[in-house]
């Protein structure tokens, strides 16, 4: 028996057509499939009294009632179109989620919320899905401040509170704003 590419052609009795296609669709598929598990990395979270420039400006844990605490934000390997939330707790009641636009795959962007109550609060930033990315622990008023630290040089947030947060709800609402660009 001969072999089969003698002439360098395939023989005319194979039709390829059904395998080209089935290998683009699995190509198609797979490419599909990586598109959408992309993963968001959330590169540094800041809080901080305000954002000028899209940077933050001093950088805390510790807030007073009625301040505004601003959660800035620096994203990379983003689904652009996406959104990220930022979700305000307050005794892990949610108070309020402002959903940042993602227009960019690296970019920096922040979220504030005015603060109505003392106690312990956390903002968590999570992929629109509500996997969540990261979350940071906060004071407001009169709450120890040994259990929060800032690094200055870095200006991230350390927290290292290890007891649960009670989950009575307190009437905190405040207004909260979103600003956004790439960086």
């Not at 194979?14 to 080209?20: E, H, Q, T």
């Not at 954002?51 to 990379?76: D, G, H, M």
Request: net charge positive; with cysteine; charged share 25%.
């Amino acid at each position: 028996m001969a072999p089969l590419y003698i002439t360098g052609r395939m023989p005319d009795n194979i039709d390829m057509k059904p395998k080209i296609f089935a290998y683009s669709l699995l190509f198609v598929f797979a490419f599909s499939v990586f598109s959408v598990c992309q993963a968001q990395v959330i590169e540094k979270v800041v809080l901080c009294e305000t954002v000028k420039n899209l940077e933050p400006i001093n950088p805390k844990t510790s807030f007073k009632k009625n301040q505004k605490a601003y959660c800035w934000i620096r994203v990379s390997e983003a689904e652009v179109g996406g959104q990220i939330l930022v979700e305000w707790y307050y005794k892990d009641a949610l108070q309020h989620t402002a959903r940042l636009d993602l227009k960019y795959s690296r970019m920096r962007t922040y979220a504030y919320k005015t603060l109505h109550a003392e106690g312990e609060w956390r903002v968590d930033i999570k992929k629109q899905d509500s996997t969540l990315l990261q979350s940071i622990k906060f004071g407001v008023g009169e709450v120890s401040s040994d259990i929060y630290e800032v690094d200055t040089e870095t200006s991230t947030t350390t927290t290292t509170l290890t007891t649960p947060l009670d989950s009575s709800l307190r009437s905190s609402l405040g207004a909260s704003n979103n600003r956004r660009r790439r960086s």
